[in-house]
């Protein structure tokens, strides 16, 4: 499928209905590199890592063969990228297309949102910013209504602002720019606060904008507060940023990074915000980021849960985007990061399972089976 029509879709932007007045749709946008070769993105902003720390080999893997290689067939035959399975902290399989490697960075898109709250909560436990449940003019010089939303229907998507629909100039710019967080503050409000989930790309670049706001007070841009307070602690590699100009991020996706490093950040979440004997992230914030919200079962801070099951989840009220999931999970405390057209991280505590996967887009993603066969496979 065309690249330009995958970024749509990723954006999660709704369509206009068809009995709708006609409009001007925006022009196309342009061709993108592969998710797999991510550091053409332009321009790039560099995420600095302090040594990559190695992730333990398991001497003998749980995982069996046979679940391996059905998780395998599946991510291969959705265009997959890497596939790294993770058991009690230690690499169980790890594997990569032809010409990529443990070192090859590739596009994520929504993961990022993941991350963004994560380092909102370090900046929160280190009295960088006021607590989520501050209202956003705290934050940021926002008056009226939205000033009054607290930055926690930001994180939950529920701050009840206006969710552009894809023939809207606004959702073109919320994706290329010009002004893709003026854009986003601009949205009007539409539904009080806390009323409905609406996936909205619009919050996650508003909550960045707070949190870029706060670190900028202690001479930090967004990219080095990322590498400062999350990279370096997790071990992880360099990574980028997809700008919309240097030191301009957008804060709902384009974090470009290896699949061991998204494997260290699963590990971590699992291991209640420690590694090793560090707390990265205050353990009472993770459990916040993965409680359910008042809007939405599914969704937490900027992460999704997997209970209660859900066979077709769908981004937005009018959105048509939906992710299929043929099957309940096989445990009630499923977490996952999700990007557009299958990357993923997926979390299980009780199965001390993590998964990283990245691909390119593909539109037939269903969210039951790599979770499903390797809970299976470790139960055998």
């Known amino acids: 499928m065309m690249r330009a029509i995958a970024l749509a879709l ?119 910013m006021p607590g989520e449940d501050q209202p956003l003019s705290a934050f940021l010089p926002v008056a009226g209504d939205k000033g009054a939303v607290p930055l926690r229907a930001f994180l939950t998507m529920s701050s009840g602002m206006r969710n552009y629909r894809f023939a809207e100039p606004e959702s073109r710019r919320i994706a290329l720019g010009p002004g893709i967080s003026d854009v986003a503050l601009a949205a009007p409000m539409e539904k009080p606060f806390d009323s409905e989930f609406k996936y909205n790309n619009a919050n996650s670049q508003i909550l960045g904008e707070a949190l870029s706001a706060a670190v900028a007070k202690r001479g930090m841009t967004y990219a080095q507060a990322l590498s400062t307070m999350l990279w370096c602690p997790l071990g992880n590699a360099p990574a980028t940023l997809w700008v919309e100009a240097p030191g301009k991020p957008r804060f709902y996706a384009g974090l470009n990074a290896n699949l061991r490093d998204w494997a260290r950040i699963g590990e971590m979440i699992r291991q209640q915000g420690k590694v090793g004997r560090r707390q990265v992230v205050p353990a009472a914030w993770l459990a916040k980021m993965t409680a359910p919200s008042k809007a939405s079962a599914n969704y937490g801070y900027q992460m999704w849960r997997g209970s209660p099951y859900v066979a077709v989840r769908r981004y937005s009220p009018e959105s048509p985007t939906t992710v299929a999931q043929s099957a309940p999970y096989r445990a009630d405390d499923v977490l996952y990061f999700d990007g557009f057209g299958g990357q993923r991280v997926y979390i299980v505590p009780s199965a001390k399972l993590v998964i990283a996967r990245t691909g390119e887009t593909s539109m037939s993603w269903d969210d039951a089976v790599l979770v499903n066969l390797a809970l299976d496979g470790l139960k055998r």
């Open 10 to 128: 990723l954006l999660a932007a709704p369509l206009r209905a068809q009995t709708a007045p006609p409009v001007t749709a925006p022009a196309a946008p342009p061709a993108f590199p592969p998710n797999a070769e991510a550091d053409r993105y332009a321009p790039l902003d560099p995420v600095p890592g302090c040594g990559e720390r190695a992730l333990p080999a398991a001497s003998a893997p749980r995982l069996p063969d046979a679940a391996f290689a059905a998780m395998r067939a599946y991510h291969d035959s959705q265009k997959g990228l890497g596939l790294l399975v993770m058991v009690d902290g230690k690499v169980e399989r790890e594997l990569y297309a032809p010409g990529m490697g443990a070192a090859t960075r590739t596009a994520t898109a929504s993961m990022h949102k993941s991350v963004l709250a994560l380092l909102t909560g370090i900046a929160i436990q280190r009295r960088l």
